[in-house]
Each structure stands twice: as C-alpha cells, then as structure tokens.
C-alpha cells in the first residue's frame, strides 16, 4: 500500500466510473492510482483504516498514507488535475456536513439515475498499470 494516491470507486457504479474516466483525461502527470472498493486492494485498505469494507456508498482517496472520504475526497483530488478544474479546490470552505448531504443524496441515487454494471470494469492495456487489483 505505498502508492502516493489512489482514488477507490465503486467498481460496478456508471458514475464512478465515469469519474474515473474523467481523471484519468485530466491528469496529465498520472497522479492518480485506482482501485475499485470491492477490490482486494480497496478491501485491505478499508480494513486498515477501520472503515466498513461493505460500504461501497464512498469515494475514496489514499493519498500520503491518509484516507479522505465523500465530497472532501473528490474536491481534494481536483487539486492535481488540469487547469481550470483545481479552482473546484476552493469549495471545501463549505462545511463538510452540508458538501456530504449532496454527497450523500447522489450516492443513494446514483444507481437508479446512472445505471449498474454486473462486474467491475476492466482497464485498458494502456491504462492497466494505472488500476491496482
């Protein structure tokens, strides 16, 4: 577990994936490891950091041996990509517990408005040494 940064996402959610996507297009430097919560590696990691290995509801960032969870997670990684995204960065002045009812309120729903695959996506050979298994 000695990667600098790594983003867990639900492995068979349409939005996460989509944001992994989108990561990868604007992180021109590939700051960004990924891992999909269900993997061994995103289990292990939610294990060690006593986080519920079941709860699949969460975005995840490992980043500097410290684990950011929810809207604090996805603003923190807004930082390393490109140019305009990291003025998103400056929205963590909002307090936490109203960033994470939006959170929350899209998490719950993100299924039904976005879709489920039936198995974890599968990088490509160009973007395999990106995904952690």
Known sequence: MDRQAVIL??????????SVQFVIKHDKRN????AALQSNFGQELLKKHHLNPQDFDSFVLYENKKVYLKSSAALLVTRKLRFPLPL???LLIIPVFLRNLVYKLIAKN???????KES?????PELKDRFIA
């Open 9 to 18: 996402f639900d492995g068979v959610c349409n939005l996460c994936n989509s």
């Open 110 to 116: 993100r299924y039904k408005w976005f879709g489920k």
């Open 120 to 124: 974890c996506m599968i990088p490509s």
């Open 31 to 34: 700051y960004f490891s990924f």
């Open 88 to 90: 998103l960065y400056a």
